[in-house]
């Protein structure tokens, strides 16, 4: 009789601690799926406002943006590559290209806090071999724009680190003219963000 109540104690005892394992297991698993909510809720969130015009009577094509980060922590090593520039009707985009021997602009903006927007201006160039030039908006350069000879392409990438040390990026592509309708698509589906 002894043996019986032994064997059902232990029997009793396997069951209580196999359930224990399963609840301690269960209790792990809700701290990272809490944890892993918390970093999305709290981490910084980059993005760029967009112009929503670019204006072709100066003396260039001014591109005026806004960095911003509408998470709740600061995010930092700002970074990022552009390109804003003006392709003929035709001309493949060379998205997310912005490899050492192909032309681009960078931007630096370190840290950057939460609800302070960064203003940034830059400007339409063509970009050349070793020097890039301001592209000077006159009558031709209006009406092949008009004409949908020629379109303004502004795209880039920008990364940065959330406080818990996870790195992110922010991609964005805009433009103008009738020629950017052949690779609105495409456009469209560059912009885009990281999934962590």
Not at 47 to 60: C, K, M, R, W, Y
Not at 91 to 102: P, Y
Not at 149 to 178: E, L, M, P, S
Request: with cysteine; glycine share 8%.
């Amino acid at each position: 009789m002894k043996d019986a109540d032994h064997t059902q104690e232990s029997w009793h005892s396997g069951i209580a601690l196999a359930i224990a394992a399963l609840a301690l297991i269960a209790t792990f698993w809700q701290a990272c799926i809490v944890r892993q909510a918390m970093r999305v809720d709290q981490r910084a969130w980059v993005s760029i406002v967009i112009p929503t015009t670019f204006p072709l009577n100066g003396s260039s094509i001014p591109i005026v943006i806004q960095i911003q980060n509408t998470g709740k922590t600061p995010a930092t090593g700002v970074e990022g590559n552009y390109i804003a520039t003006v392709l003929k009707r035709g001309e493949k985009l060379a998205l997310d290209d912005f490899r050492i021997g192909h032309a681009h602009n960078k931007l630096y903006v370190g840290a950057l806090f939460p609800n302070s927007p960064v203003p940034m201006t830059s400007v339409v160039v063509r970009y050349g071999p070793s020097i890039s030039e301001s592209i000077v908006p006159d009558d031709a350069l209006r009406q092949d724009i008009a004409n949908g000879n020629r379109f303004i392409i502004f795209y880039g990438k920008i990364t940065y680190n959330d406080v818990f040390g996870a790195r992110h990026w922010t991609q964005f592509c805009t433009g103008t003219g009738v020629a950017m309708l052949e690779k609105l698509k495409e456009c469209i589906a560059y912009n885009d963000v990281d999934h962590n």
